[in-house]
């Protein structure tokens, strides 16, 4: 049985995402993301998503690295949970500016190394 879609924030998009949830009518789920002690990320999905479409709601700004492996631990626990879909809402896109060689050919394409890990992380989609 399909069910309605459900908008989990990520770290610093929970005011967007109330913003957004009352534009379009979506629930707003709740994902607790958090780091031990060791600096290590941690994510939990509190809500049942299974059958749901997922959009997952996460800037990946300062710091980028942390929020880029929050991303991706929630993209595979969303797919864990049995979700539909998962779609990536992603209003900054860390390493995006980096989408040309600008110095070469030995430069990494930094843009299209992260829509590769994050596609590959199971998203579906990235808006």
């Known amino acids: 049985m ?12 929970i005011g967007l995402a109330r913003r957004i949830s ?5 629930r707003v789920g709740l994902m607790e993301c958090g780091c031990y002690a060791d ?3 941690y994510v939990e999905i509190a809500d049942d998503v299974r059958n749901d479409d997922v959009f997952l709601l996460h800037a ?15 993209s595979d626990a969303s797919l864990r949970g049995l ?6 809402v992603i ?12 110095h070469g050919a030995r430069l990494p394409l930094s843009a299209r190394c992260m829509a ?10 990235i808006v």
Request: hydrophobic residues 40%; positive net charge; contains cysteine.
């Open 60 to 74: 990946l700004s300062h710091p980028v690295n942390d929020s880029i492996i929050e991303l991706i631990l929630a």
């Open 91 to 102: 209003p900054y896109m860390a390493y995006g500016r980096q989408d040309k060689h600008a």
């Open 39 to 41: 600096g290590e990320r």
């Open 2 to 13: 399909h069910r309605m879609p459900i908008l989990l924030p990520g770290t610093g998009t």
């Open 22 to 26: 009352r534009l379009c009518g979506i």
């Open 83 to 88: 979700a539909s879909s998962v779609t990536l």
């Open 116 to 125: 590769s890990l994050l596609s590959r992380a199971g998203a579906r989609c």
